[in-house]
């Protein structure tokens, strides 16, 4: 089977929702609120400042998967650093190599886009991706992600 993989748009605002409340269920067992989640989404969609997302669709034109970046300025090497916020695919579409291709589609996309590196969290419990992302080349950084609330 084909797959393309574009930019997304207002019209993908159901299947990123979708995606984003699977992705967040398998990947840390939490249930977000779908009106949140269409609010955060629809923000990126209007705005690319926010966030920027692209769909995978197969031959039919239906969507398997998505990925979502954010980019964070670095004042030390006045460039951006482009984080993967997001990444789902729809467990029938897995194993294919599609996660590869859409991490290669975001690579270039930082790379046209000047980025000084493309980076991602991953929950320290979920093996699975850690692996996944391990064989399409990521290593681990030498920084530790903190945190406090507000």
Do not use: C
Request: no cysteine; charged share 30%; aromatic share 10%.
């Amino acid at each position: 089977m084909d797959y393309i993989i574009r930019r997304a748009g207002l019209s993908d605002l159901g299947a990123l929702v979708e995606f984003t409340l699977a992705e967040a269920k398998e990947a840390e067992g939490l249930s977000l609120k779908l009106e949140k989640v269409q609010k955060g989404i629809r923000a990126a969609l209007e705005d690319e400042g926010v966030a920027v997302y692209w769909i995978l669709e197969d031959s039919r034109k239906e969507a398997a998967g998505h990925i979502s970046v954010v980019k964070e300025w670095s004042n030390w090497k006045a460039g951006y650093y482009w984080w993967i916020q997001s990444l789902y695919i729809k467990p029938e579409y897995r194993g294919h190599g599609l996660m590869a291709k859409l991490i290669q589609a975001v690579r270039k996309s930082a790379k046209d886009g000047q980025a000084l590196e493309l980076r991602l969290y991953v929950h320290k419990s979920n093996e699975r991706a850690i692996k996944a992302y391990r064989k399409v080349g990521f290593v681990e950084s030498d920084y530790r992600i903190m945190r406090i609330e507000v």
